[in-house]
């Protein structure tokens, strides 16, 4: 796969610019009920080694036997990344010693993972996108938890996440600054959420990014690299890569050298320091696992997955700017998160004319509703405007029954006592007037009160203006305003 | 291939078995006579043969995605030597 790399923000140094490379591991723990060999519960929390069977727990003789679901969820998340599914692909042992790796190794996949190369597309600032190769994805267990604040000389190991599936999904170096990492990871979280493959929650861990820095002179060879591990906020990865490449470009520059290692990001000082004790840690002694043959499935059964995948949000986007005629900025806000898309979608459906309505609806849903939603610090599945009702509220002012300035009242009506928009509309008397004889009259009545206005109307006709607001006032901003503008021209003469 | 005294001491580091320095030499002389015994495997030529995972066709046995174990702790933590709330107690693995 040929990806052309989009240059990065270069950084400023003593001796010119630099350019920063980037490349990402990001484990994304795989939804599924059971775990990835076991069948304990993978569910969040529980008791201390509840969700803990005899194979997760290590002990002997026990055997692994894979989840079809997981491997189903892989190969459903290759392809959404465009990617190669390899139909036969093995599991390895990568062997290390820890308290919460019970087994004493990690099954894991090494050179043969279930998912080849492929690409992702992210979206920049300012409308732009950049192309983000895939080297691969593959398949391994989560190990247990150690917890070190409960006693002051021990530590205590919870093994309910040990044997959780996860996907460990490797980026090419193809990022080139903070930007483009964030953008990365929030785009390939999203299309894991419309998959349904994780849940994408970082909070919880469900998602967590490795990140390789290094810098090097524009075009020049590439640098020793330092890898970040365990980021699991898309703010803090930004604030790690412009740390950890200034550090860099400072030692560099001071005529030291780079030691290639692990380091973690502390985010209340805003820096990485090294993680100590760890040269060991890289002799992993891979082997195959002689408890499991290879994994191997038919490319029929990659394109039965592939038929139920649904539309992912690159498709929705791209349909939303053709069908519906919506900008890519709009569209691209819809599709960004997926509870977004299906709350619009939802409001689409409740529109009698989609075609009519549609932008119209999307503004509404972007603007106003989103708005409202973060000045009260909502999130879009605890909107109180449901989707129906703002599909109500939209197709009054499609249909001309209010206008846009009366939808905003009856919105926040809506929003905060909640109710029918079509029936508040009637019992409030909400409905713009179109009823022209009764325009006329307003019309004739402010005219007949105010010669001096026009007489000066006359003369100088954008004080018209003047008129329409008497009129709206006096309606109570229900008069169709174009029928007002209509009538009073007609009146005035102008 | 052989291995040095070193990579005796490396092997079973990384392995965490306590190796005395008196017992080096006579695991470096045992793991270098099974190296040599491996070795005549070189001897033949397996171009383009795959590597045999079975001796009968067999295909990976796979699991429904169902709960049906697990919720043991009292027998997880059984054999453990030190535990508390159903934790594994360790010494301190922490810097």
């Given amino acids: 796969m040929n990806v052309s790399v989009k240059p990065g923000k270069l950084i400023k140094g003593q001796t010119g610019d630099w350019e920063v490379v980037i490349g990402m591991e990001v484990h994304a723990q795989v939804t599924s009920k059971s775990k990835l060999f076991s069948g304990a519960s993978t569910e969040f929390g529980g008791e201390p080694n509840s969700h803990v069977s005899l194979v997760d727990a290590a002990m002997p003789g026990m055997l692994p036997v894979i989840n079809e679901e997981c491997v189903k969820q892989a190969v459903r998340t290759g392809l959404g990344l465009n990617a190669k599914i390899n139909l036969r692909s093995v599991f390895d042992r990568k062997n290390y010693f820890y308290p919460d790796l019970p087994q004493g190794y990690q099954i894991s996949q090494y050179k043969s993972p279930i998912v080849g190369e492929g690409e992702i597309i992210v979206e920049l600032d300012g409308g732009k996108t950049a192309t983000i190769g895939i080297e691969r994805l593959h398949l391994e267990q989560d190990a247990g938890k150690s917890l070190h604040d409960q006693s002051p000389s021990m530590s205590c190991v919870d093994l309910n996440r040990s044997g959780v599936a996860l996907m460990e999904i490797v980026s090419k170096p193809d990022i080139r600054d903070a930007e483009q990492a964030k953008a990365y990871v929030t785009k390939l979280r999203s299309i894991l959420r419309y998959l349904g493959t994780c849940d994408g929650d970082m909070e919880k861990g469900s998602l967590r990014a490795d990140v390789n820095v290094s810098v090097r002179k524009p075009g020049g060879p590439l640098g020793t690299r330092c890898e970040i591990k365990n980021m699991n906020s898309i703010n803090f990865i930004g604030q790690a890569i412009e740390y950890e490449a200034r550090r860099q470009i400072e030692i560099i520059e001071d005529g030291g050298t780079i030691d290639q290692e692990t380091r973690l990001f502390d985010p209340n000082k805003g820096e990485t320091r090294s993680m100590r004790s760890k040269e060991e840690a890289h002799d992993y002694r891979y082997f195959p696992d002689p408890d499991l043959l290879p994994l191997e499935f038919t490319q029929s059964y990659v394109d039965e997955l592939k038929k139920k995948l649904p539309e992912l949000p690159d498709q929705k986007k791209a349909r939303f700017i053709e069908s519906l005629g919506l900008s890519p900025y709009d569209a691209g806000v819809l599709v960004a998160e997926r509870e977004s898309a299906v709350f619009y979608e939802t409001v689409l459906d409740g529109l009698a004319d989609k075609t009519r309505d549609g932008k119209l609806a999307a503004n509404w849903v972007i603007n106003e509703l989103f708005g409202r939603l973060n000045k009260e610090g909502h999130g879009i599945t605890a909107s109180p405007v449901s989707a129906s009702q703002l599909a109500a509220i939209v197709g009054l002012i499609g249909e001309g029954t209010i206008s846009g300035k009366i939808a905003k009242d009856l919105f926040e009506i809506v929003w905060t006592e909640g109710g029918d928009p079509r029936e508040l509309v009637e019992s409030r008397g909400m409905k713009q007037v179109t009823d022209l004889g009764a325009i006329e009259k307003v019309v004739d009545d402010i005219i007949a009160a105010n010669p001096d206005k026009v007489a000066q109307a006359k003369a100088k006709p954008q004080l018209a203006g003047w008129f329409v607001g008497q009129v709206m006032k006096s309606s109570g901003g229900k008069a169709n305003p174009q029928a007002v503008n209509d009538l009073l021209k007609a009146k005035l003469g102008i | ?95």
């Fill in chain 2, 1 to 95: 291939m052989s291995v040095d005294a070193a990579t005796v001491r490396r092997i079973a580091h990384l392995a965490r078995i306590a190796v005395t320095e008196a017992e080096v030499p006579h695991l470096q002389g045992e793991l270098n006579a099974m190296l040599a015994f491996v070795e005549q495997l070189s001897e033949v030529n397996v171009d383009g043969v795959e590597p045999m995972t079975s001796v009968t066709p067999m295909e990976m046995k796979k699991r429904q995605d169902v709960v049906n174990d697990g919720e043991i702790p009292d027998d997880i933590v059984r054999n453990a030597p030190e535990t508390q709330n159903h934790f594994f107690l360790v010494p301190k693995v922490v810097e």
